[in-house]
């Protein structure tokens, strides 16, 4: 039962269009997360979420819109895909969970490549 | 966020101590030291975090310096399944903050 699950796990798009990724938990967090790594590796923060509501922001371009519909689930629609879009995008969540601390807890990752 | 240094690589022998070092010399009292890895493009996985005392989980040791300006993540014996990048990063322990990530150390296990 994966505790931080994204969907798609590949995501091959050309430029122009408009695709969302999904992200669901199951852990009980409040506090949801999106990061982007690119290809030099280096992960950035993008959003956070606490209970629904945006808590961080950081200098995203406006094509990229967070959705949380509920406390599980954080999405992420981004319009007029570029390509220096192309990345892999990660959920992720923290709360007091397992070992007492305020951990993250990391989905596997979608790969987003932008042609 | 207070900044972290670590080397850009090291490796050590399969079965082996791995002993990963972090210098964070501008920390602030109330910031924890966090270590996370990565696994070859997977999610980063979380390894172990502490304030002032030595921590021990199942997966690795935590030994920080008494002013707390540089600490070493330990995996007592490490595996060929522990090659990745390894985090060490310093935050305020609280849930909604977010994690700054350097370029952490890749450390490759030789059989």
């Known amino acids: 039962d994966t505790a931080v699950s994204q969907t798609p796990k590949y995501l091959v798009t050309q430029m122009g269009n408009d695709k969302s990724i999904k992200c669901e938990q199951n852990?009980?967090?409040?506090?949801m997360y999106w990061y982007k790594q690119d290809s030099k590796k280096f992960l950035k923060i993008m959003f956070s979420y606490n209970n629904k509501e945006l808590i961080i922001n950081e200098t995203v371009p406006n094509r990229f819109s967070p959705k949380s519909p509920d406390k599980a689930h954080l999405n992420l629609h981004i319009n007029s895909l570029e390509l220096g879009d192309s990345a892999v995008y990660f959920c992720a969540t923290t709360g007091f969970g397992t070992g007492k601390h305020w951990g993250y807890t990391f989905g596997s990752g979608t790969r987003l490549t932008v042609v | 966020d207070a900044k972290t240094t670590q080397p850009t690589s090291m490796d050590c022998a399969e079965g082996r101590a791995a002993n990963l070092p972090c210098n964070h010399s501008?920390?602030?009292?109330?910031?924890?030291v966090y270590w996370y890895r990565q696994i070859h493009s997977q999610g980063p996985q979380y390894i172990i975090h502490g304030l002032k005392n030595n921590e021990t989980n199942e997966m690795a040791s935590l030994i920080i310096t008494e002013d707390r300006k540089s600490s070493t993540l330990i995996l007592p014996h490490a595996t060929l399944r522990d090659t990745a990048v390894y985090y060490c990063i310093v935050r305020v322990g609280d849930s909604s903050y977010k994690l700054i990530f350097g370029s952490g150390t890749r450390l490759l296990v030789r059989p």
């Open positions: 852990l009980g967090h409040d506090t």
């Open positions: 501008t920390i602030s009292g109330n910031e924890y």
